[in-house]
């Protein structure tokens, strides 16, 4: 279990979180989705004890973050954002280091880092300076693994990471989830939400969601529609201008759109884009995504 | 223990793959103490000297006659009588004057010892050291040659006395100097950076989320150093002592002693300033402006303490390479013990003691 | 629908090698002017590689290559005065103002003062910052930092601008605002070459390439990608391409 009461930790007077309260239960993957700056860093940093907060409590398995820092520091595995290898030494030798640190060795714990280690043994003899980002990734979780804890935290190991990569990390997450790992990952790709058992929505250092990911889809108050026309620049420019318009927002391939009275009003809509002259108007509701959660309420405050 | 051990090899990998550093780190010393050691002249040829006798035996005569026959030496002139010694320096021509005790042979035989002494002008103390070393040594080559077949073997005590500079200030001073600016420089500077380039490159949150007591981190990180720094040590005796015939008169021990205590000192002064900062930068910055300047320009290196304006030499009070220099020099050119060096070495244990502390409780486990 | 038919990068069997290693493969491709192109791939597929060759930073092992008209061989220095570059990674000083940095970037393009003033008040109002002028760069949020970058790296109206990961670690908001920009840019005719990991904002790009392995796996409009894969998103083409090695 971990456990956050009315977390604040200000640096002078920049606010890095204010006031955040949540639980994660053993064995779930908890996900804290939120742009750069929102306070990711500075929550992952309370819960591994390497920052005192300025108010408020946490615990991880029951222990105090500032108190028992100590037994604490045992129990878990952390993977800071920027992947924390040495550049300077290979594969293996970082693997070893962050072993022997934790008073273990990659045989007796192999079984643990198996699954992911594998697919980067083939270079262990290589710095890890000169693996590509996919590979560092999977070579810090291997770090963060070996002297198996029972809590994994994972400050953002997906940015920057292409898409496949990515996913098979998640596949990855989902394995240690099984051995009974409780892991709590931060990410900015809103898409990742959904792989999470509960996601929290944090912005500017508070969390305005907390809630398994079709709850916070169906927390959603408003017809959402798609939108597409031949000129997405002109459909984009003609959203924004239109008298009703709530929120109107790129969405790969079309336009999603919300209207200032709840459910919209896709008719007059649809008149008021032909007569812009927009062809092969397609005008269909759809299913919101966390993102368009996120931006309805970045956009209300 | 093997946690501790796999840290420190860790280190050592940092070390030998960055070969750049490395390079500095072995190559600096040898080139610095080639560059001061050539600048000051190190060899000697025909040095005045002068001769006082008194006892006119075979002896003394061979013990003469072998020294002039070296092309060291010019002999200017036999002295009469003891009082003239003081006039003879003064007309500065002559740079040492050997002195033989009255009856040398005769208490050579009685007694199995019989003393010369050398009494050098040291106001050109590199100079005066050259030649009362050359002495010596020709004086000892005589000894050894006239012991070959003795069984009760027979000493020469050659006793070297300074004038007008008994300190011998300025004498050899680079290997000291130099000695105590590479110990700076390899203790202090890439410590500090080692530990905050882990700051920047991130390792450190997790080292120190790891169950890592502080202590071992700073252990770890600083093992190899002092292992560096001790290399580096001996190097520069060594290259003083077999290129430019720097003497050891004192104890080896005791000088390596002393070398391990200037190191730890400067390592706590690389571990105060990797606490202090959070950018290898920074460190390096810090370390050179407050570590190697007052290393190179306030310890009496390169200008004596005593030719420094009043508050330069009270600043020179707090610069621990002061202190280390006086030490190294007394050992190695005067050949004095510890009950001579006690103070200077209380004075580096205290400064020592207090920079540990001092960054033991600044290190932080936690990143604010 | 922007109309130009001037192509802006011609590549003809770029190829780049590091000793053995093939960095860049035979890459074929044109890029329009006023085209949003999006050049996509995994980590170490070859797309840095390709990007520093084409900003004239590194020559090419071999092929015909010719950026805004000019050849990457010989006129490297006409190419860097008529392409403008933003990373995630390398944009603007953070210790100088807003306008310092405006002001800077300007010179190094040898604009006019004049110009690089008129500039400056454009581009600040525009992105609503014009009370922040004078605001040290490190105090301005992210989002507005890439906003500042990205209007930074057209200021001297370039033939084509190279956006490399723009928009990482952007909020959801803000990462709109900014493809609006790009759409602007593109629409007045300067070309854009983007990279991102966010494979909803390949749908945005008029035309994506996809590199695996140091070559060009596949090229065409999302939506011809997406019929030829048979899949519904843009996302599941990248994967789809880049697992099949």
């Known amino acids: ?301 | 223990m093997k946690r501790f051990w796999s840290f420190v090899i860790k280190e050592f990998y940092h070390i030998f793959r960055d070969r750049k550093t490395l390079l500095i780190l072995f190559g600096l010393p040898v080139t610095l103490i080639l560059i001061f050691g050539y600048v000051i002249r190190s060899e000697i040829k025909d040095a005045n000297i002068a001769i006082y006798d008194p006892s006119k035996d075979e002896i003394t005569k061979d013990i003469s006659n072998k020294l002039l026959a070296s092309d060291y030496f010019n002999l200017v002139e036999n002295v009469q009588n003891i009082q003239e010694i003081d006039d003879i320096f003064k007309k500065g021509v002559v740079r040492e004057i050997i002195v033989f005790e009255s009856d040398f042979a005769r208490k050579l035989e009685q007694n199995g010892e019989a003393s010369i002494q050398l009494i050098a002008d040291a106001s050109d103390a590199n100079t005066a050291n050259l030649v009362v070393n050359y002495t010596r040594a020709i004086i000892f080559d005589y000894m050894n040659e006239l012991n070959r077949n003795n069984p009760n073997p027979l000493q020469i005590l050659a006793e070297p006395r300074m004038v007008y500079n008994e300190e011998m200030k300025g004498a050899y001073m680079f290997v000291p100097g130099t000695m105590a600016l590479i110990l700076m420089l390899v203790s202090a500077l890439m410590t500090s950076i080692s530990i905050v380039r882990e700051k920047e490159m991130g390792t450190m949150e997790v080292l120190l989320v790891s169950p890592l007591k502080p202590a071992q981190i700073i252990l770890g990180k600083v093992t190899p150093y002092v292992t560096l720094s001790l290399i580096n040590a001996v190097t520069i005796i060594l290259l003083g002592y077999f290129v430019f015939g720097v003497p050891i008169h004192g104890s080896v021990f005791l000088l390596l002693a002393e070398c391990m205590l200037f190191i730890l000192l400067a390592l706590s002064l690389g571990l105060l300033i990797s606490t202090l900062t959070s950018s290898q930068r920074a460190a390096m910055f810090i370390s050179l402006f407050s570590l190697m300047l007052p290393t190179i320009l306030l310890s009496g290196f390169i200008f004596p303490v005593e030719n420094m304006p009043e508050i330069l030499q009270w600043l020179s009070v707090i610069v621990p390479p002061k202190y280390f220099i006086i030490i190294i020099k007394d050992i190695m050119l005067k050949g004095v013990g510890m009950s001579f060096v006690w103070k200077e070495t209380l004075v580096l244990i205290g400064m020592t003691t207090i920079f540990i502390l001092l960054s033991i409780r600044k290190f932080k486990i936690r990143l604010d | 629908m922007r109309n130009y038919t001037e192509n802006i990068i011609e590549a003809e069997n770029l190829v780049k090698k590091f000793g053995d290693f093939t960095a860049n493969d035979r890459l074929n491709f044109q890029v329009k002017k006023g085209e949003i192109f999006g050049f996509l791939g995994a980590n170490g597929a070859g797309k840095t590689t390709a990007i520093k060759i084409l900003c004239g930073l590194w020559l090419p092992t071999s092929g015909n290559i010719k950026v805004a008209g000019f050849d990457v061989y010989k006129q490297r220095e006409k190419i860097k005065r008529n392409i403008g570059y933003m990373s995630q990674k390398f944009s603007l000083y953070e210790d100088l103002t807003v306008k310092e940095n405006f002001r800077f970037y300007g010179g190094i393009y040898r604009m006019r003062s004049g110009d690089i003033r008129e500039k400056t008040g454009f581009f600040l109002k525009k992105l609503d910052l014009e009370k922040s002028g004078d605001t040290v760069l490190s105090s301005i949020p992210l989002g507005w930092k890439q906003k500042l970058a990205f209007s930074i790296a057209i200021m001297h109206d370039p033939k084509i601008v190279f956006l490399d990961e723009p928009t990482g670690g952007v909020d959801p908001v803000t990462r709109r605002q900014f493809w609006d920009m790009i759409y602007e840019t593109a629409h007045n005719g300067i070309t854009v070459f983007v990279t991102t990991h966010y494979m909803d904002e390949a749908e945005y790009c008029d035309r994506v390439s996809i590199m695996v392995d140091g070559k060009i796996e596949a090229l065409d409009t999302p939506g011809n990608l997406k019929e030829k894969f048979r899949v519904e998103s843009m996302n599941e083409v990248f994967i789809k391409l880049a697992r099949k090695k």
């Open chain 1, 1 to 301: 279990m971990i456990r956050a009461e009315n977390l604040t930790k200000y640096y002078g007077k920049t606010r890095g979180v204010e006031d955040i309260s949540f639980s994660v239960d053993d064995g779930e993957i908890f996900g804290l989705i939120g742009p750069d700056g929102a306070g990711k860093t500075s929550l992952f940093r309370m819960l591994t004890t390497l920052l005192k907060p300025d108010k408020g409590k946490a615990t991880v398995g029951e222990l105090d973050v500032v108190k028992d820092y100590k037994k604490i520091r045992k129990k878990i595995g952390y993977m800071p954002g920027r992947f924390s290898l040495y550049q300077d030494l290979s594969v293996e030798e970082n693997l070893a280091f962050y072993a022997r640190i934790f008073n273990t060795t990659i045989q007796e714990n192999y079984h643990l880092v198996k699954d992911i280690y594998q697919q980067i043994e083939p270079f262990r003899k290589r710095l890890a300076g000169n693996l590509s980002g996919g590979m560092k990734q999977k070579l810090a979780l291997s770090c963060a693994l070996i002297h198996s804890p029972e809590y994994l935290f994972l400050d953002e190991p997906t940015t920057g990471v292409d898409a496949v990569s990515r996913q098979e990390f998640w596949d990855m997450l989902e394995n240690l989830q099984q051995k009974g790992i409780t892991i709590m990952v931060s990410t900015p790709y809103m898409d990742e939400a959904s792989l999470c058992d509960r996601v929290a929505l944090i912005q500017k250092g508070s969390i305005f969601n907390i809630n398994r990911p079709e709850g916070i889809i169906s927390d959603f108050g408003r017809d959402l529609y798609a939108l597409r026309s031949r000129d997405m620049f002109e459909l984009n420019k003609d959203l924004k201008n239109y008298k009703n318009t709530h929120s109107a927002f790129r969405f790969g391939e079309s336009i999603h759109f919300t209207a200032e009275n709840i459910s919209g009003e896709p008719e007059s809509l649809r008149n008021y884009l032909i007569e812009k002259g927009h062809e092969d108007l397609k005008l269909e509701k759809t299913e919101a995504g966390i993102e368009d959660c996120f931006m309805d309420q970045m956009t209300a405050k």
